[in-house]
């Protein structure tokens, strides 16, 4: 080996050791594997090994990368590895010359838990001797319970709140350029722009969420990484709970600094104007209920559906429409039966059912239930463990099954905060609807969803029962 590498040892002093410090990384909390060689420095934890990788032939190739437990893991890094060596050997051979090229990798371990780690990998390449050396970071995350990688919008809530990280950093960088020019401005929002590119180069540590920023992205001054730590307590509000473990989630409740999520931001936005929900019972309706979407649609207004279990099991690509088409979906139960009269074992399947349905067809948990004709106890309630949506105006569409008589009913009884009651499985609520959301918009009401009415006012609550969300 010590033959092999001679001529190398030669280049260590630029490259060798330029990646042992940025390797370099010590846990006193987790055992630390020293590096199997003496040319690059790679730091990993208990539980995962170094493996090593080298060829002195056309190019000079060294490699540490990481082995886990879980074999499919392991197969996706060697995978990224071989990539990464063909595109550089590539690279190369495009240049054309006798010189050997070089390629450089260290690694880092860092550890949220014991389901989610993360490797930076630490590259140093140079095509040629005649070439300036490239540094690269990279960056793998992964759910070792699951054997995924996780990208930075597995974290988040949602896809928006990208945008309240993406703000948060934009207004704390721009805070510390004094003066910005409008040329640094420009740079720091296009580097910033919350597109998952400009975010993936990221490790979960510890207590933090730490990005890599490339050279130039947000400073135009900086041939170097930039690197921002955000502490996951000051995140609560926009990661899912998996990554606010242990005693991260009592630190993001007691938080000072909360970054807010993009449901906040919304309801701040919303908290003044005038806002009503429509609700539609009984669906989905192979006839019925596509035609209302595409209403909802042309008319850009979210509403919401509280499905039956048994309808849902029939029909699931129209529930999936709903969904994927931003409206809120809630459970109605499984058969539509007066939850009061039947036995606490009969109330609990007919809501578990339809959750879990509910749950298998879009991998969400149903966002509020409506409880038959509205019959429920504080027991019933509390089974349920969702918010209990009633309304405040009933339509009275089943009963009329006019489309006059539906909307000259809601125009009357409508006012700012109204959860309105119809059902998605009759023509005439369908037409009803269309000219209500017609009368009421131009009245300066803006729709919303149960859930963005109720946080726009208020807080929502499991078990809670809400009629109406008003000033």
Do not use: C
């Not at 990224?80 to 050997?89: H, I, N």
């Amino acid at each position: 080996m010590k033959k092999k590498w001679l001529g190398l040892g030669l280049l260590l002093p630029v490259f060798g050791i330029i990646i042992g410090v940025l390797s370099e990384r010590v846990d006193k909390k987790e055992s630390k594997a020293p590096s199997v060689n003496t040319y690059i420095k790679s730091v990993t934890l208990k539980d995962f090994s170094i493996e090593v990788m080298s060829e002195n032939n056309e190019n000079q190739i060294l490699v540490n990368y990481p082995k886990t437990k879980s074999k499919k893991i392991n197969q996706r890094l060697e995978s990224f590895l071989r990539d990464e060596l063909s595109s550089f050997k590539k690279a190369s051979l495009e240049n054309n010359l006798r010189e050997k090229g070089s390629f450089f990798q260290s690694f880092e371990t860092y550890k949220l838990s014991s389901d989610i780690v993360s490797f930076k990998f630490n590259v140093l390449r140079k095509n040629s001797p005649l070439l300036q050396t490239e540094s690269q970071v990279i960056t793998k995350t992964y759910d070792l319970k699951e054997e995924k990688e996780l990208q930075i919008l597995d974290l988040l809530n949602e896809k928006e709140d990208l945008q309240s990280i993406s703000k948060y950093l934009y207004d704390k960088f721009s805070k510390e350029q004094s003066p910005p020019t409008q040329k640094a401005k420009a740079a720091l929002q296009n580097g910033l722009k919350p597109v998952e590119k400009n975010f993936n180069t990221f490790v979960l540590d510890n207590d933090s969420l730490v990005f890599y920023f490339a050279p130039h992205q947000i400073n135009m001054d900086t041939k170097a990484y930039t690197q921002v730590s955000l502490p996951l307590r000051e995140l609560g509000e926009v990661v899912t709970p998996q990554i606010l473990v242990g005693h991260l989630k009592e630190e993001a409740e007691k938080s000072k600094v909360k970054i807010p999520s993009a449901q906040q931001v919304r309801n701040k936005q919303l908290a003044n104007k005038k806002l009503l929900a429509l609700t539609f019972d009984d669906g989905p309706d192979p006839q019925t209920t596509p035609r209302l979407l595409s209403i909802l649609k042309k008319e850009n207004v979210p509403a919401t559906f509280f499905v039956l279990g048994n309808r849902l099991a029939l029909y699931p690509e129209i529930v999936k429409q709903e969904h994927a088409l931003g409206h809120q979906v809630g459970s109605h139960t499984f058969n539509h039966l007066n939850l009061p009269q039947l036995p606490m074992k009969d109330v609990q399947e007919e809501i578990k059912n339809t959750a879990d349905l509910v749950q298998k067809t879009l991998g969400i948990t149903p966002q509020g239930l409506r409880p038959p004709y509205g019959a429920t106890t504080p027991q019933i309630n509390e089974q349920a463990q969702t918010p209990i949506i009633q309304w405040s105006v009933d339509s009275l569409d089943w009963k009329s099954k006019n489309a006059d008589q539906i909307e000259q009913v809601v125009m009357n009884e409508v006012y700012d905060g109204s959860i309105i009651l119809m059902h998605d499985i009759y023509n005439s609520s369908v037409d009803g609807a269309a000219r209500v959301i017609k009368k009421l918009k131009s009245q300066g009401y803006t729709f919303v969803t149960v859930n963005q009415l109720i946080e726009a006012r208020g807080k929502l609550k499991n078990s809670q029962v809400y009629f109406n969300a008003t000033r």
